[in-house]
């Protein structure tokens, strides 16, 4: 392949930012790459802007890398920095504050940008509403009014996110707080809350009230491919997972190991799966996966249960029947689980803490609404994202495999499932890299994409 050659990457958050370094560093390539971003900043989106000290992530330093041919790549430019030294960070196993990681990922991009690099980095503040796929590229209709051309593009948007699942502020320290889910936005919440002196009821209500479990200091267990009962069904899948459980128990192990110990395979027992064992997996299954595979530190957990001892926070495991707007707040009947009985509540504030919304709703951007009307994209077959070959190349109506236009993260969780944490996002970057330098031409000429 010839120098040069231009990726598009719509999105500029942790998968947009990722993309962009792993096609950056190819110096055989010598690939450009231009990121369309609607915020000043690359790298943040929503996980990482936060400005809460103690909003940590919630994987361990040691894990972090952008990059898994260099593990402690993460951790060398934290101690690098300063940074460590100035959270009290004494080893790889730290949990470190997520600004810093946000931080970190924009620095990655820092020796390819304009005037400070090599230039091969155009980062354009600005929305994608359109995209035109062509035989040779792709052109970009931006809100700004320009144009941008490509031989390919990867969309990394993330997913959408529930209205207030970023962290909220009260109007009035005094105020009744409704928290709408139990996961790892309500401890986001509740913390920043607390941080700002917030002494009014904090409810947080969910169907089961179950929250994440703690991390622990623990070893991954080594779990052979051949081992893995790869295409049965959900309840056979579950069994194997509990024996092996009780099995490490047994060694003097934990729960943590076989959870962590799968997940180099997690991608490819999900595509074992029958459609409808995925399907029961996600009705019956998927909250209590979540709780146990994405984990907070137990630092985050103790203030979550200090501020339950104390009275400040309560923990509904229930179901909201009606909400209204009253004199006084929002007015909010709910049920517990196993009651028939209604009970009322009035919050002078409601957050929804529910995460990652459902895909009608991510769907109703313009620019993918616009690519699905056209039939350029299409749904996977759950409903979770867009429809995607094992290749990361997006689906069209038809079912076939485009050329030029590609998708990661959270978007193709319907083809992967584990697609939303960087050790995860990392590889699908990684190997996504490698697919783009065999497929952009660019000594193709593009200017019949501009006529378009």
Request: positive net charge; hydrophobic residues 40%.
């Amino acid at each position: 392949m010839s120098a040069g050659g231009r990726v598009l990457v719509v999105g500029g958050g942790a998968s947009g930012a990722l993309m962009a370094a792993h096609l950056l560093r190819r110096p055989q390539e010598r690939i450009h790459v231009t990121i369309v971003e609607r915020r000043p900043e690359i790298g943040r989106g929503l996980a990482y802007s936060t400005p809460e000290r103690d909003h940590v992530l919630n994987t361990r330093a040691a894990s972090m890398s952008a990059f898994p041919d260099e593990p402690s790549h993460f951790w060398d430019w934290f101690q690098a920095s300063g940074l460590a030294r100035e959270d009290g960070c004494t080893d790889a196993f730290c949990f470190v504050s997520r600004r810093h990681y946000g931080r970190y990922l924009d620095h990655l991009l820092d020796p390819y940008r304009a005037g400070i690099g090599d230039g091969r980095l155009d980062v354009v503040t600005a929305e994608c509403t359109a995209l035109r796929i062509g035989e040779s590229g792709v052109a970009a209709e931006l809100s700004d009014g320009s144009l941008r051309i490509a031989q390919a593009a990867v969309l990394a948007t993330g997913h959408g996110m529930a209205e207030g699942a970023a962290p909220a502020r009260s109007s009035s320290k005094e105020d009744t707080v409704l928290i709408v889910g139990t996961g790892l936005s309500m401890i986001d919440t509740v913390i920043a809350l607390l941080n700002e002196g917030h002494k009014g009821r904090i409810v947080a209500l969910s169907r089961n009230g179950l929250m994440p479990q703690p991390h622990r200091r623990n070893k991954p267990l080594a779990v052979d491919a051949a081992d893995i009962p790869f295409g049965t069904d959900i309840s056979y899948l579950t069994r194997w997972f509990r024996r092996t459980i009780d099995w490490a128990v047994a060694q003097g192990g934990d729960w943590r190991d076989v959870i962590d110990g799968i997940r180099p395979h997690t991608a490819a027992v999900w595509a074992s799966m029958p459609l409808e064992a995925r399907r029961r997996f996600l009705r019956h299954a998927r909250t209590f996966w979540e709780i146990h595979r994405h984990r907070v530190p137990e630092e985050s957990l103790a203030r979550i249960e200090k501020a339950r001892a104390d009275g400040r926070l309560e923990i509904v495991a229930g179901r909201i029947a009606t909400m209204r707007e009253g004199p006084d707040g929002t007015e909010i009947t709910y049920r517990l689980r196993r009651e028939s009985a209604a009970r009322s509540l009035t919050a002078r504030r409601v957050v929804s803490c529910t995460g990652i919304l459902r895909p009608d709703a991510t769907f109703r951007s313009q620019l993918l609404a616009g690519l699905e009307a056209r039939g350029t994209i299409r749904r996977d077959p759950l409903g979770l994202g867009l429809d995607v070959a094992p290749t990361n190349a997006v689906l069209n109506a038809a079912g076939e495999a485009s050329r030029r236009l590609f998708a990661l993260g959270p978007l193709t969780a319907g083809r992967f499932w584990e697609v939303t944490a960087v050790p995860d996002i990392r590889n699908q970057c990684a190997a996504l890299a490698g697919t783009l330098a065999e497929v952009i031409h660019p000594d193709r000429q593009l200017d019949s994409l501009k006529r378009a």
